[in-house]
């Protein structure tokens, strides 16, 4: 009689980019060598640097069956879609391991919330998707380098981002723009907090931007199937991964990559990501930005490297304060999201934000 074990969307979606190369070099839910590894030194067993922790986790009663088993079969939603060709099973310290990676295990924090919520018991070994319906529409590096190779672009940069564009985001991408051949804006479409903005509003925002002010032939917009961990800093060098894996040769972290609250330092991010850059090459160049704001006597978007002005004459782009106009149905300040962007968001009503998140 086979094994089977029941899988979450998120664990599927971990599944379907493992199968596809999107987190190469992982082929499979992490093994306890590979998973300690990660937690405690943020490198692979291969010695090669990866941040987030990759598993599968069980039940007490699979875990059991697993341990005398070759295969462990996954179904979603009672459908079958794949196997784990089971090369270890272990036990976590669930609690322990939480405060490494997302330096707190405050139930407050979203990303630590959802892993203390998980089985302690994993699975590791490769993964085979079967149900190859799923893997149609997944982003595939395969498909992101050959669209870079088909525009001519040999440098590209890579934006990560969970919200609608504004004009804080806009200056960063044009930086990159600046720099390189290409930009890659690669939205994330997964699970995340309830109150962030929903997929619909993320594409809205995009698809105006690219299409009515960017130059069609430098940008290519598509969206990465993950989900937020909110990890901060380990998350902010993950991403940078991934877009390596997709082709690109930079990447932009900006202000508190991938956190939320104040559970991280404004550039925490940039410390952790320069101290991994220089311990093995990532394969990517990261752009470490600093963060925009608007300053009215320079009269636009500058930063603290390109502006002298303080006190009055400056004023962040309040990601807050933008998110509570257009939840009243009005724009914000033309000086910090632009009205077209503003009205496409607005059209989508009820559809915004995401209500409730499991």
Known sequence: ???????????????????????YPLDGFMTSLDYHNVVDNMMLSDKSVWTIPITLDVTHDVFVKAMDADKLHLTHKSRQVGF???????????????????????????????????????VGGKVMVSDQSLLKGSLRPEQTRQ????KGWKTIVGFQTRN???????????????????????????????????????????????NQFYPKERVYLAGLWTFMRYAGPREAVFHAVIRRNLGCTHFIIGRDHAGVGDYYGKYEAHELAKKLAAKDHLGIELLLLKE????SRCGQIVSEKTCR??????????????????????????RFMRSEIADAIIALGDEMFIKESK
Request: net charge negative.
């Open 147 to 150: 669209a870079f190779a088909e």
């Open 164 to 210: 609608p564009i504004h004009r804080a985001h806009e200056h960063l991408q044009r930086s990159g723009l600046e720099l390189c051949d290409g930009l890659f804006i690669n939205p994330l479409m997964g699970w995340k907090k309830t109150g962030d903005f929903t997929e619909a509003a993320i594409e809205a925002s995009y698809e105006c931007m690219t």
């Open 309 to 334: 002005h303080s006190g009055a004459d400056i004023e962040p782009v309040s990601g807050t304060r933008i998110r509570a106009m257009l939840s009243a149905g009005k724009r914000p300040d033309e």
């Open 84 to 122: 784990v060709e089971i090369a270890d099973c272990y036990k976590i310290d669930a609690e322990s391991d939480v405060v490494k990676v997302f330096k707190t295990c405050d139930s407050a924090h979203p990303g630590a919330k959802k892993e203390l919520e998980r089985f302690e018991y994993r």
């Open 1 to 23: 009689m086979k094994l089977t074990h029941e899988i979450n969307d998120e664990i599927l979606q971990d599944m379907i980019n493992l199968h596809t190369g999107m987190y």
């Open 292 to 295: 925009p704001y608007y300053c």
